[in-house]
């Protein structure tokens, strides 16, 4: 029964180009929310410093692991095995 079956190879194409854009936006939101919590900081109420700068990681982190995830997903193949 088995035979009958068609064997695949997973094969991955996926290289750092494909994902450095992605890593370089992430990296500039978060510098851009570093500088929003320093010019908070200054301010009368620096907790606000500190819930801003933990709001950007909380809500950015996810949609930049679904992107990563779906790329990746994106460059995954099945290549059937020739059978000898």
């Not at 029964?1 to 370089?24: A, N």
Request: charged share 10%; aromatic share 14%; glycine share 4%.
């Amino acid at each position: 029964m088995e035979q009958d079956l068609p064997k695949y190879r997973m094969v991955c194409t996926l290289s750092f180009g494909d994902i450095y854009g992605q890593i370089i936006v992430w990296l500039i939101v978060i510098f851009l929310s570093l500088a929003s919590a320093l010019a908070l900081a200054s301010s009368t109420r620096p907790v606000y410093a500190l819930a801003t700068v933990g709001l950007v990681l909380v809500l950015s982190l996810p949609f930049l692991l679904f992107s990563f995830v779906t790329t990746l997903f994106n460059h995954l193949d099945f290549v059937p095995v020739e059978s000898d």
